[in-house]
């Protein structure tokens, strides 16, 4: 089975400045997808960045990129000119490479999550 | 483009009442289907997941079950509700093929008292 860590379970930073949030996990699988979720206060799930295991590119998204060490199974997520928007709890989240859809039904796209990590961005 | 609905936003139960939590998802077909339980602000739990119209797969037995009476509606039931059912109730959907990405509803604040 799959575990997601996410040491951190608060931080905060500076408005303008820049945070990295960390996420280690835990895996026998080569091929996988791993992704940060967003929290906001209305508490909808958004999507952040995803990153797909057989990439060694680093995944960035604008403001927000990771760093992808798939030896160590780290994930962390770096937010740059952090803004109070990003004010959120994060998720770090693994999925499993889905497997081709069979009869008796597997996990198909079945997302593992960390705890989450509550970033807070002052003024 | 895609959407996804969940109603009730918000709802209070007495233990032992009935539930049931629909989600709907527009603009897409054939979609999988996920039912999420959040409790006490922190990790999402995976309750459901439904590849297609009446297929189920529990991951977490409990007291409640879900079913998939058309191919994007997915609904969330209990019959008879336990205080520690009480959480935030998230649905998600994913692309059958071509993506691996899930996307949430806005989610159900359910309290059971």
């Known amino acids: 089975a799959q575990t997601v860590t996410q040491s951190q379970p608060e931080m905060s930073v500076q408005e303008a400045e820049t945070v990295t949030l960390s996420c280690t996990y835990d895996t026998s699988e080569n091929n996988y997808y791993l992704f940060w979720y967003k929290q906001p206060p209305s508490r909808q799930m958004i999507l952040v960045i995803r990153?797909?295991?057989?990439?060694?590119q680093n995944a960035t998204e604008n403001r927000f990129s990771v760093n992808f060490q798939k030896a160590a199974k780290s994930f962390s997520l770096k937010i740059s000119d952090s803004q109070l928007g990003d004010t959120a709890m994060y998720f770090c989240?693994?999925?499993?490479?889905?497997?081709?859809?069979?009869?008796?039904?597997?996990?198909?796209?079945?997302?593992?999550f960390g705890q989450g990590t509550i970033l807070t961005v002052h003024p | 483009s895609q959407t996804i609905h969940q109603w009730p936003a918000t709802l209070v139960q007495p233990v032992g009442s009935p539930l049931s939590l629909e989600c709907t998802v527009e603009?897409?077909?054939?979609?999988?289907l996920y039912w999420y339980r959040q409790a006490a602000g922190r990790g999402l739990q995976l309750l459901f997941y439904s590849v297609g119209i009446g297929q189920i797969s529990s991951e977490v037995p409990q007291n409640l079950s879900a079913s998939r009476p058309q191919d994007r509606q997915f609904i969330l039931s209990s019959k008879k509700l336990l205080l520690s059912d009480s959480g935030f109730y998230l649905c998600?959907?994913?692309?059958?093929?071509?993506?691996?990405?899930?996307?949430f509803g806005p989610g159900t604040r359910l309290t059971v008292l």
């Open positions: 990153q797909e295991a057989y990439k060694q």
């Open positions: 603009g897409t077909s054939n979609p999988n």
């Open positions: 998600a959907w994913k692309a059958r093929v071509g993506t691996d990405t899930q996307y």
């Open positions: 989240a693994f999925m499993k490479h889905a497997p081709i859809m069979n009869a008796g039904g597997t996990s198909y796209g079945k997302l593992t």
